[in-house]
């Protein structure tokens, strides 16, 4: 995927995604420099999650165990 | 008699600071060890050409350390001895302002006596104490494991809801196993290295390895892998670019795991040469390699690859027999420079290898060379720790029985 990004972009807060909640994502670029310049613009990139078929996880909490089942789609998506 | 600090002059030697047997400079490169401790870095950017690189080369303590870590870009090892306790050396106190308040001599932290393992990345290290895991160093890397990315100056308390046996880091992940052999990732999901079979972002909070493995007895992370011992058997996740995995996989692709990748019941422990090799123990004290050997991964020195299949002449994970027998120790690593390096004890006897240990060589006495070569004449080393940015930055110690 390929995000417009700004001079204030912090590359290291990442994001998540309610519905896989013991997952996270950053841009693949670090800082700004190395993102794509086009007219006046800059652009990043980074991989969403794409399940084809439902994906269990199992990961811990401060309750101990915790298995969810996420059914196919895309996942990590950054609202626009 | 004339006298200083009340020493006979012809006694000159004991006094803090005369050393008149020890040649013009006034000052010798310490003994290689024979007996506790002993830090070493390389100094390619080393300016004066009175001295030699032996000076990179510390002077021994009688600390003794059962287990080492450090991180890549630094100069700071942590030590546990056979009793618990937690020691550190730094030279520098970055991401670690809160722990290491003493530079430059070893010093313990804390009183507790339950430390169990301990781990360094890049810029993060990991511990267990008394079955808990502790967190220090960068966290914006999501290697905390907790789903936060706060960075720690000092250990921190992330996970006490399992009880953890062993932890090891690679440069952007932390995998860590139970005492049911059961295995949980956090950090960079690239190439499968976590193991969730996703290469999309990062784990956040530790989570299981999506095959569900049990009975793990050995793991150790390397670039954007894994490799686990269960049953005396490998198996990988994650990168397999120099097809170290082993010799059930035929591809270089990167391994969606983990799977078994070979199959003999015979190894006892294993570590990542980089991305190059696998090099593991058996349970009669040889080696088997399994993947790239033009870096010297081999401790025996060839540099043929064992890439093949099962059945093919150079299937991976054959034993090096030139090897010998005899190894109780190996680690191996790779520098954010791409380039890898070993170390290993034999019988007691400690040896480096490897690309980027030739500068590391020289400062330890022996010729520049990514041979694996012998350090010392000490046969009673116990265990050994080497970790490097790029090949300025490459640091090592050892520590003996």
Not at chain 1, 56 to 65: A, D, H, I, M, V
Not at chain 2, 80 to 93: F, M, T, V
Not at chain 2, 259 to 287: E, H, N, P, R, W
Not at chain 2, 310 to 335: P, R, V
């Amino acid at each position: 995927m390929k995000v417009e990004v700004f001079v204030d972009t912090d590359f290291e807060a990442g994001w998540t995604d309610p519905a896989v909640p013991n997952m996270a994502w950053n841009y693949d670029q670090t800082n700004i420099e190395e993102c794509e310049y086009v007219d006046g613009r800059y652009y990043a990139t980074y991989e969403p999650m794409v399940l084809t078929e439902p994906h269990t996880f199992t990961y811990l909490t401060e309750q101990g165990r915790q298995t969810i089942t996420v059914p196919p789609g895309t996942y990590g998506l950054l609202d626009e | 008699m004339a006298s200083i600090s009340g020493q006979n002059t012809s006694n000159i030697d004991q006094v803090d600071g005369f050393f008149t047997t020890q040649g013009g400079s006034g000052i010798s490169p310490q003994p290689v060890l024979t007996s506790g401790t002993q830090a070493a870095q390389v100094g390619e950017s080393w300016f004066n050409p009175d001295v030699t690189q032996t000076f990179f080369r510390g002077a021994s303590t009688t600390h003794k350390f059962v287990k080492m870590a450090s991180i890549h870009n630094y100069g700071q090892f942590i030590g546990i001895k056979a009793n618990g306790e937690l020691w550190y050396w730094a030279n520098s106190n970055i991401y670690g302002q809160a722990m290491f308040t003493t530079l430059n001599a070893w010093t313990r932290y804390g009183t507790d006596t339950d430390w169990e393992d301990v781990t360094g990345g890049q810029i993060t290290w990991g511990f267990i104490k008394g079955g808990d895991f502790y967190f220090m160093g960068y966290g914006g890397w999501r290697m905390r494991g907790d789903g936060g990315t706060a960075t720690e100056s000092s250990p921190a308390l992330i996970s006490s809801s399992e009880t953890w046996v062993a932890v090891s880091m690679s440069a952007q992940t932390t995998t860590i196993r139970n005492t049911a052999g059961e295995m949980f990732f956090a950090g960079y999901n690239t190439d499968y290295g976590t193991g969730q079979g996703t290469t999309s972002g990062q784990t956040a909070t530790f989570t299981q390895e999506q095959n569900g493995l049990t009975g793990v007895t050995h793991h150790s992370a390397g670039y954007r892998r894994c490799v686990m011992v269960r049953g005396g058997q490998i198996y990988t996740t994650g990168n397999n670019i120099q097809r170290s995995a082993g010799p059930l996989i035929a591809s270089n692709s990167a391994i969606n795991g983990p799977i078994l990748t070979y199959s003999g019941t015979d190894i006892v422990t294993v570590t990542c040469f980089g991305d190059d090799a696998t090099l593991a123990i058996t349970t009669g004290g040889q080696v088997r390699m399994a993947g790239e050997a033009n870096q010297y991964s081999r401790p025996d020195n060839s540099t043929q690859d064992q890439k093949g299949t099962t059945g093919q002449a150079n299937e991976a994970f054959s034993i090096l027999t030139g090897a010998g027998s005899g190894w109780t120790f190996l680690i191996a690593g790779k520098t954010s420079s791409s380039t890898n390096w070993g170390a290993g004890i034999k019988n007691g006897e400690a040896y480096l290898g490897g690309t980027y240990s030739q500068v590391l060589q020289v400062v330890m006495g022996n010729s520049q060379s990514s041979t694996w070569q012998r350090i010392g004449t000490t046969s009673n080393f116990q265990c050994i720790e080497m970790s490097g940015g790029n090949v300025n930055e490459m640091h090592v110690a050892f520590s003996t029985s």
